[in-house]
């Protein structure tokens, strides 16, 4: 049996390790082993709320998408597939957030190729949206960059307005690294990228108004 052909029955039987318990609309993540290699799964399946249920089968569906154009890419983790349209499954890459690292042990070129990796996201047409959040930015057992979590993912071509803030995310994207960067290292950082790290246009601040009410209503109704 391949990851991809794993069901729910499966994997309620399978040896497991809880990360997350998923409290309200958030998912469940858990390390599943399967014939001796180590996946991790994403579930949106216990939602308590219809809303959220219908949400956690459209973040699957999406991120299952992103994914998908990321493959491949160095420092990406790969997916398998679904195990049904609430539960995404994905390579389990041996990695910690950098912030937990010990930062003497981060290698000089950690940087460079985190930059080159964002890049790569973007040639793919896809914005992470939520580096700001630095948990979302790895380090793995070679002291290279892994990036997860592509649940905010903005990707070109899924919709006509996306073209109108995609690079809105892509900046947002470049905060999230260079405020890595001034948490591990301000000594890094460049005066433009310093500058860049805290300036938003006026398109951007209106935008981000717009976002935020957004994002607590859905979170509240996915909530009950």
Known sequence: MTASELTRQQLAILPSETLRAGPRARPEVKIVCMEGSDLLIKDYGNGKSLFGRLLGRFLVFREKVAYG????????PSCYGTVDPYALILQHVPAEPVLNADYEQV?????????????????????????????NILIDNSGHPVIVDFTS???TGSNPLVAL????????????????????????????????LHHRSLGERIFRRIREPIRSLIKRWSSR
């Open 69 to 76: 154009r990321l493959n491949g890419l160095p420092g990406i």
């Open 107 to 135: 290698p000089a070129d950690f940087f460079r190729l985190l930059s080159e990796l964002v890049e790569n996201l973007h040639s793919r047409g896809i914005a992470h949206g939520d580096l700001h959040k630095l948990d």
């Open 153 to 155: 993912a903005i990707m």
């Open 165 to 196: 803030v995609f690079r809105i995310f892509c900046d947002d994207d470049w905060r999230g690294v260079y405020k890595l960067k001034d948490k591990i290292g301000p000594e890094l950082l460049t005066e433009q990228q310093r500058e860049f």
